[in-house]
Each structure stands twice: as structure tokens, then as C-alpha cells.
């Protein structure tokens, strides 16, 4: 079975510009989160969705904003870039089944502002 | 979501067991604890999770102690390319997927 996809692999955006990510959750899967990851802060949760609704969001602005489709696929935007949003965007996806409902991550897409 | 506290380094030799430990003082009775490895800034990979039972797969057993305060992720026989930083995560058994990641322990398997 294929793991999470997510494109662009690498993107470089400048400030002030917008940007849309995309993850393709594993077949089956309805539950897709995404996290931040910089050196400074680690990983941080941003948002999760299930069967097209957010059930949960991290603290962020609202800058960061996303969205899920009725094939499970979801898509994070960042709007008005700044320098502080470089970081590795990670997407993970759970079926979920039941209580012990593992997460998988993608390989993440790596946000260059400049 | 409970905390979890894990050195920030270790070093294995290469061939021996490597034993990671994470504190998680505050869990509750119904939060799982997971295990994940993140290498080379790729997504974090799943290793292993439990509640209260010591468990084992392919990759790694884990050691729950009976008040569920702490556990540890042992790899058996480390190689090389088990260096990785590796994250403990407690998060209750149902409802929403929102993990809270710690600093993690970045493990170095020596040749």
C-alpha cells in the first residue's frame, strides 16, 4: 500500500506570497493532521481534519489555513509568507479505527522564504 | 495531552541494545504511549506504542513500568542506521489525532 504523498517536495517562496501544500493521505485513510517543524521549535501541530471538517487546530495564526476533500486529500495554505514560516511541513494520516489508530507521516515538503 | 521527558543525546555501539528512556509522569489512564524515529529531517517514522503492557515487533520492544510513569524503547541490536532523534508521545485513545512532539532523544549508533 503507498505511504502519505506529499508535493511539492521543495518549494521557495518569497515574503508576502501565498503558498498551497497538498498531502495524499494513505487509501482508506480519513484523518490527515499537519505539523510544522523548524530547528528552533520542533515539530508543532497545526491542524487536523476528519471526513472534510478541522477537529482540531494547533496555535497558529490564521494566517495558516486548510482543507480536506471527500477523497481524503487535504491541502494547507500559508498566506502572506514571512520569513518565520521556513520550515518542513509534515503531513500525517490514521484511519481511524478504534482507539489505537497509529499516525503516518509523509516525507514532508520543505518551505523556503526568502 | 501529557508531557514526556527524554534525555537529548545518547550513543550506542553498533550491535549492542540500545535503551531509550521517556518520563511521563503525568499520563492518565487512558493514553497510550508512542514511539516514532525521525531521520535525517524525513517524517517521522512509527515504531511501536502501548498502554500499560510491555510490547514487541519487528523494530523495537517496548518497557512500560507498572505506575505507567515511564517507559523505554530498546532496539536490540542497533546498526547504523538507527541513528535517528526519536520522540515519545502520550495521547489519549480516541478522539482527535493531535500529537504533542518533545525535544526527543537524538540516538548515535557508533561503528
Known amino acids: 500500500k503507498a505511504g502519505v504523498t506529499q508535493t511539492p517536495r521543495y518549494l521557495i517562496k518569497t515574503r508576502g506570497q501565498q503558498v498551497t501544500l497538498s498531502c495524499s493521505p494513505i487509501?482508506?485513510?480519513?484523518?490527515v493532521s499537519w505539523y510544522q517543524q523548524t530547528p528552533g521549535q520542533g515539530l508543532q501541530f497545526l491542524f487536523e481534519?476528519?471526513?472534510?471538517?478541522?477537529?482540531n487546530k494547533g496555535n497558529f495564526p490564521g494566517r495558516f489555513s486548510g482543507r480536506q476533500f471527500s477523497n481524503s486529500r487535504s491541502e494547507m495554505n500559508v498566506s502572506t509568507l514571512e520569513l518565520g514560516d521556513s520550515a518542513l511541513y509534515l503531513c500525517?494520516?490514521?484511519?481511524?479505527?478504534?482507539?489505537?489508530?497509529?499516525?503516518?507521516f509523509g516525507p514532508g515538503t520543505r518551505l523556503t522564504v526568502l | 495531552d501529557a508531557k514526556t521527558t527524554q534525555p537529548p543525546s545518547m550513543d550506542c555501539a553498533e550491535g549492542r541494545a540500545a535503551n531509550l528512556p521517556c518520563n511521563h509522569s503525568t499520563i492518565s489512564g487512558n493514553e497510550y504511549v508512542y514511539w516514532y524515529r525521525q531521520i535525517h529531517s524525513q517524517g517521522p517514522q512509527y515504531i511501536i506504542h502501548?498502554?500499560?503492557n510491555n510490547e514487541t515487533n519487528e523494530m523495537a520492544s517496548l518497557i512500560i513500568t507498572e505506575d505507567r510513569k515511564s517507559s523505554t524503547l530498546i532496539l536490540p541490536h542497533a546498526t547504523l542506521r538507527d541513528t535517528a532523534v526519536y520522540y515519545c508521545i502520550v495521547r489519549f485513545t480516541s478522539g482527535t489525532y493531535k500529537y504533542i512532539f518533545g525535544t526527543g532523544t537524538r540516538l548515535k549508533v557508533l561503528a
Open positions: 500525517a494520516s490514521s484511519l481511524p479505527t478504534g482507539h489505537t489508530d497509529t499516525q503516518y
Open positions: 481534519y476528519f471526513s472534510e471538517t478541522q477537529r
Open positions: 487509501s482508506g485513510h480519513r484523518s
Open positions: 502501548g498502554l500499560k
